[in-house]
């Protein structure tokens, strides 16, 4: 119990010492732990932490868009909606502003999927608010989102509410 004792302040020593990424990189790991996880359990078991950066962006993207956000070639990224496709979660429909273009648009699987993982991530803001006081997860909410403001990297994030409705809302799995 003694030695569990001093690794823990060991361990509350050495994150002292982190910068603001290190730690919003702990804090993302264990969240999408958890969700790749419970989406396994909860009937996606043929989800891949790999499909993360398309279900995190907006539906209606194109290749290229997507592409980028990932920073992976535009080849890779169409072999990844491929295996979407094939699964059932994305098909591609026609850009109807540019009849050369193609759209990434979720399926109702994929709907479902996003749904999930929004439920899923929200259980675990409640138990991380449960851990550390409503007012202080409030409080971290509040300033995370003047941070996210700050950046504006969100115009392409699903979990955006510019780009969820009430029937289909996205999710940041």
């Known amino acids: 119990m003694e030695d569990k004792v001093v690794n823990k302040a060991k361990d509350i ?6 910068l603001i990424g290190a730690l919003l990189g702990i804090i993302v790991q264990a969240l999408y732990r958890r969700t ?3 989406l396994v359990e909860e009937g996606f078991p043929d989800y891949r ?6 279900f995190q962006s907006r539906d209606g993207s194109r290749i290229t868009e997507l592409a980028e956000r990932a920073q992976i070639t535009k080849q890779s990224m169409s072999e990844l909606v491929q295996a979407l496709e094939e699964r059932g979660y994305f098909e591609r429909a ?5 009849g050369r ?3 990434i648009q979720r399926t109702e699987r994929g709907w479902a999927l996003n749904r999930t993982a929004r439920r899923i991530v ?3 803001q409640d138990e991380w608010a449960d851990a550390l006081g409503e007012e202080e997860m409030k409080q971290l909410l509040r300033l ?3 941070l996210a403001r700050l950046v504006d990297d ?7 509410p510019r780009t969820a409705n009430s029937k289909q809302e996205g999710a940041e799995v």
């Not at 026609?94 to 540019?98: H, Q």
Request: glycine fraction near 2%; hydrophobic fraction near 20%; avoid cysteine.
């Open 144 to 146: 995370l989102r003047r």
């Open 154 to 160: 969100s115009s392409m994030m699903s979990g955006d």
């Open 49 to 54: 932490p790999s499909y993360r950066s398309v």
């Open 122 to 124: 929200q259980e675990l």
């Open 94 to 98: 026609p850009d109807p502003r540019d």
């Open 101 to 103: 273009a193609v759209l």
């Open 13 to 18: 020593q050495e994150t002292e010492q982190y």
């Open 36 to 38: 790749e996880r419970r």
